[in-house]
């Protein structure tokens, strides 16, 4: 490594490890804002006759257990005889804890935070109490959760997951794989936003000044599971699948196609520019190269509003956001990759009614109570409520990005049990490929290969 990438990983890493200073500086900005919204704002109805504790385990960062804690002092002025305990950890960690203590049974927890690719396992083994009996008690306010919160995100977190599925979460955590870039950069270039792979390429070439320590491209793309993302969203925008047909008879692997060859040769060009973090990446690094103005943009990106907060980003005003490329073959559109983490309450956990109200109340926006959102926002949350995302959204320009996004969005993994193990083997061969280990054809042979075996290991081949 030549001492100009060596600098650049080394200001990224240094920046990730500033984060706390960051998270503690944003909830003191949250805080405050709650001291201010009081004096104008109070519940219309205290439920003093709720009592119970909840106990949340969650991932730890702005977005989930700090929006919520955040919001808390407000929720106590609503119920003061619920308490809420909040346990979290890295999210790298939270979804194999989670598999284990459901599997297990663990009743310490009565409401589990985490994204809608685990809901299939956890509908598997029984972790998921229904809820509509609950929704029921308001139907006016699940009414409004339901006419506010896009369709494409709220039957994710039913089962099956269609929108008459039964409802087994509710979901506050919006987000998709977008394309994040330097605005500034891009007009002082005379580049207009690229709609396709080639038009990020050309982007690139022109913005690279590797010089000046200054990388046009940046990616989540380590080796596992950060370059499985990178590689379905790609080979999504090129028409792709991972199965023929997900039914009886069908599950054939669909990555050894053009579609796939065509997403892992644009991800192979684009690397010719990538900043030096991105070889082995995750979401963190790849967040603090673009706030420290070292990386300028990223076609697949899961970004963060933290990027337009000057307390985390040196472009606060600079960073925008849009639909990620399409393919340009006749299959080609643009697909982003639905992501974003819902709330569900295990069957053999106490205090239902209390984990409902909390879920409910953290779900609400302006509904409830205008002080949630404004509280939730500025701690660093990213709503799945469109009225949150476009009364934010001048301030947040993340949150036009999610708002173009959420239409056209599929899931960011299959719903199936075995889509992580999926999405590690497809990211440990495509990174092989772009790291000059394999060959393109070879890659490509062992995501089908192996994404059998996973499968037929299943029974998913009778």
């Known amino acids: 490594m030549d001492d100009s990438m060596e600098r650049a990983c080394k200001d990224v890493y240094k920046g990730v490890a500033r984060a706390k200073v960051t998270r503690r ?90 994204d809608f690719g685990q809901w299939p396992q956890m509908h598997s083994i029984g972790a998921l109490t229904p809820l509509q009996q609950y929704a029921d008690q308001d139907t006016e306010w699940f009414d ?72 046009a491209y940046c990616a989540a793309m380590a080796r596992g599971f950060w370059f499985g993302f990178e590689f379905w969203g790609a080979h999504a925008s090129f028409g792709g699948e991972w199965f023929d047909r997900m039914e009886d008879g069908y599950w054939n692997p669909t990555f050894n196609t053009e579609a796939g060859y065509q997403a892992l040769l644009a991800l192979n060009e684009l690397n010719k520019y990538a900043h030096p973090i991105t070889a082995n990446g995750g979401e963190d690094e790849v967040n603090t190269a673009f706030a420290n103005g070292s990386a300028l943009f990223g076609p697949l990106t899961w ?55 909390w879920i409910k109340w953290i779900n609400s926006g302006d509904k409830t109570d205008p002080r949630i959102g404004e509280v939730m926002v500025k701690a660093g949350s990213q709503p799945s409520r469109i009225s949150l995302l476009s009364k934010y959204g001048a301030e947040r320009n993340f949150f036009n990005g999610l708002s173009k996004a959420f239409p056209t ?6 719903l199936i049990p075995e889509a992580n193990s999926l999405v590690q083997m497809i990211g440990e061969e495509g990174a092989d490929y772009i790291n000059g280990d394999i060959d393109i054809e070879d890659a490509l042979k062992a995501m089908d290969k192996r994404a059998r075996r996973i499968m037929e290991d299943s029974g998913y081949y009778g």
């Open 409 to 414: 969005a599929i899931p960011f993994v299959m």
């Open 303 to 357: 970004g963060t509003a933290n990027l337009n907060n000057p307390d985390f980003s040196h472009f606060p005003d600079e960073f925008h956001w849009d639909v990620p490329p399409r393919g340009s073959n006749a299959e080609g559109s643009h697909r982003p990759l639905m992501g974003g983490l819902g709330q569900f309450v295990p069957p053999w956990s106490p205090d239902h009614q209390a984990a409902w109200e």
């Open 144 to 215: 409004d959760y339901l006419s506010d919160v896009p369709e494409s995100i709220t039957k994710l977190y039913r089962f099956p997951q269609v929108p008459s599925g039964d409802l087994y979460g509710l979901c506050p955590d919006g987000n998709a794989m977008l394309a994040a870039y330097r605005k500034d950069a891009f007009d002082k270039a005379g580049i207009e936003f690229p709609m396709t792979w080639e038009g990020w390429i050309e982007a690139a070439k022109e913005l690279n000044d590797p010089d000046r320590e200054v990388y």
């Open 25 to 114: 500086r944003l909830m003191q900005t949250a805080a405050a804002s709650t001291a201010a919204f009081a004096a104008t704002w109070k519940p219309e109805e205290v439920r003093a006759d709720v009592n119970g504790t909840v106990n949340v385990y969650a991932a730890s960062g702005l977005r989930w257990d700090g929006s919520m804690r955040a919001a808390y002092p407000i929720f106590k002025e609503y119920f003061p005889n619920i308490t809420v305990n909040f346990t979290s950890e890295p999210i790298g960690d939270t979804y194999q804890k989670i598999s284990v203590m459901m599997n297990s049974k663990v009743d310490s927890f009565n409401v589990i935070y985490t």
